[in-house]
C-alpha cells in the first residue's frame, strides 16, 4: 500500500488528485469543529456518557465525533447513505426507476439526483427531530422558533455540503468521495480510542504486565484486521465457457471467462440493518421514563448490546441470539435484491455462454442460487464474527465502542482496499496511455 502511494505521488495528475482529496478533507476537519449557534454542544456529550449502547457509539464514530459536539456536521453523511439505500430498493420495486438505471450513464445521472433530493429530504426530517425533540430538554439555549429554524437550516446544509464535498472526491480525487468521507470521519476517533484503551488496560500497570498486555491488544486488532482483508476479498469464481460462432467468414468466440461472487456481497450493510432494528426501540426508550426493572425494562435491556456479555447478567444476552439472526437474515435479503441469478444465466444464455457441466437457463440460474446461498452464509458468519467481537470485549472488560472495531473496521479495510485499487487502476490507465502516446 505505501509503495503504491509514493509511485502515485510521482506521477502528476494523480498527485493533484490526492492533494484535492486531503484538501477536501482538512475543510471537513474544519467544519467538524464549527458549533451549530444557539446549542448546547455538551448536551449530546452528557446524554451519550450515560449510554453506552453501541448504536449510539457507532453514530458518533460515523460522524467523526461531530454529532456529540454538534457541530454544522452533526448529522454528517448519514442522510446520502440512508438515501442510497432507499434508492436501491426502489430500484428493484418501481419498474420505472429499474428500466432508467438500465438506461447508462443517463439514467444513472437522473438517479444520482433523485438521492441528493431525498438526502437534503431526510437531513431536514433528521434536524428538524432533534432541534424539536431534544430543543426543550436542554439541546438549545433558547428554545423558540428562530433557534430552532436556525438549527435546522445549519444541520441540514452542513449535510448537504458533506454530500457535495464528496461528489466533488469523486469527480476530481481518488476513489469513492461519500465513502472517503465516511473513512475519515471513523478515523479521525482513533485517537481518542488509544487513550480509552490505554486508560482501561494500561495505566497504572509496571512495564512487565504493561508490554504483554499492549502486545496482546495489538495483535487482536492485527488479527482482526487481516481476517476482515481475507472477508473483504475473498470470493468464489464461476468459470463460464463462451461457444463458438461464425462471423463472416471466421470463427469468433470460445472465451474462458468467469463470474465472481464475492463471499461479502452485501457488505457491511446487513450489520447496519440488523443494529438499527434493535437499537431503535432502545433509542424511542430514551424519551420516556422507563423503568428497567419491570418486564418491559428488561426486554429493552436484552436488545441493548451494551447489557450483553456482562457477567453480573448473563441473561440479557439472549438478545445476541437475535442479533445474529437478523444479520444472517438481512445479509440473505440484501444478496437477493443485487444479484439476481435468473437475470445472470439469461445474459450468459444470449451471448453463448454456459457454465461447463451445467445446461442454460434455469439449471444455470438453480446452480448459482445454490453456490449464492452458500457462499452468502458464510460471509454473514464472517460478519458475525467482526460485529460480535467487540461486544464481547466491551461486555466482559467495560470497554466503550472503539472506533476502529467491529462494523467500523469493515468500513475501514473495505474503503482503503477500494481506494487502493482505484489509485492502482488511475496508475494502470495512465501507464497506458502513454505507451499510445509513444
Not at 484486521?225 to 470463427?251: C, H, N, T, W
Not at 471467462?257 to 440493518?273: E, R
Not at 472503539?402 to 473495505?414: E, K, M, N, Q, W
Amino acid at each position: 500500500m505505501l509503495k503504491t502511494l509514493r509511485d502515485a505521488f510521482k506521477i502528476k495528475d494523480i498527485r493533484k488528485k490526492l492533494l484535492y482529496t486531503f484538501m477536501m478533507l482538512i475543510v471537513i476537519r474544519f467544519g467538524s469543529e464549527l458549533p451549530i449557534p444557539g446549542v448546547n454542544t455538551s448536551y449530546f456529550a452528557d446524554f451519550f456518557a450515560k449510554q453506552t449502547g453501541d448504536a449510539f457509539g457507532f453514530f458518533n464514530a460515523m460522524t467523526g465525533g461531530s454529532f456529540t459536539s454538534m457541530s454544522i456536521f452533526a448529522l454528517s453523511i448519514t442522510p446520502y447513505i440512508t438515501s442510497s439505500i432507499i434508492m436501491q430498493l426502489m430500484t428493484i420495486a418501481i419498474p420505472k426507476l429499474e428500466e432508467m438505471q438500465k438506461e447508462g450513464e443517463d439514467g444513472r445521472k437522473k438517479i444520482a439526483e433523485y438521492t441528493r433530493y431525498v438526502t437534503v429530504g431526510l437531513a431536514l426530517i433528521q434536524s428538524i427531530a432533534m432541534a424539536v425533540g431534544f430543543g426543550g430538554q436542554g439541546l438549545l439555549k433558547e428554545f423558540n422558533a428562530v433557534s430552532v429554524i436556525v438549527a435546522v437550516s445549519a444541520m441540514t446544509a452542513g449535510s448537504a455540503l458533506l454530500m457535495w464535498i464528496g461528489e466533488r472526491i469523486t469527480e476530481n480525487g481518488v476513489g469513492n468521495g461519500i465513502s472517503i468521507v465516511l473513512l475519515f470521519n471513523i478515523i479521525s476517533s482513533i485517537p481518542e480510542d488509544g487513550m480509552t484503551l490505554y486508560s482501561r488496560f494500561l495505566s497504572g500497570k509496571s512495564i512487565g504486565p504493561a508490554v504483554v498486555t499492549a502486545v496482546i491488544i495489538i495483535a487482536i486488532i492485527a488479527a482482526m484486521v487481516v481476517f476482515v482483508i481475507i472477508l473483504q476479498d475473498a470470493e468464489r469464481r464461476i468459470p463460464v465457457q463462451y461457444s463458438q460462432k461464425m462471423q463472416g467468414r471466421r470463427m469468433v468466440g470460445g472465451q474462458s471467462s468467469n463470474i465472481p461472487l464475492k463471499v461479502n456481497t452485501a457488505g457491511v450493510i446487513p450489520v447496519i440493518f440488523a443494529s438499527s432494528i434493535m437499537s431503535f426501540p432502545v433509542v424511542i426508550a430514551q424519551f420516556f421514563q422507563v423503568d428497567y426493572t419491570t418486564f418491559g425494562g428488561k426486554i429493552l435491556l436484552m436488545l441493548s448490546s451494551s447489557s450483553w456479555f456482562k457477567p453480573e447478567q448473563p441473561v440479557y444476552s439472549i438478545g445476541m441470539v437475535i442479533y445474529l439472526v437478523l444479520i444472517i437474515v438481512f445479509a440473505y435479503f440484501y444478496t437477493s435484491i443485487t444479484f439476481n441469478p435468473l437475470e445472470v444465466a439469461n445474459n450468459m444464455k444470449k451471448q453463448g455462454g454456459f457454465i461447463p457441466g451445467i445446461r442454460p437457463g434455469k439449471p444455470t440460474s438453480d446452480y448459482l442460487n445454490s453456490i449464492l446461498n452458500y457462499i452468502v452464509f458464510i460471509g454473514a458468519c464472517g460478519l458475525i464474527i467482526v460485529s460480535i467481537v467487540p461486544i464481547i470485549v466491551s461486555g466482559l472488560f467495560t470497554v466503550s465502542h472503539l472506533s476502529f472495531a467491529g462494523t467500523s473496521l469493515i468500513i475501514i479495510v473495505g474503503v482503503i482496499l477500494e481506494t487502493m485499487k482505484a489509485i492502482e487502476s488511475q496508475m494502470l490507465v495512465r501507464n497506458y496511455k502513454g505507451f499510445l502516446n509513444d
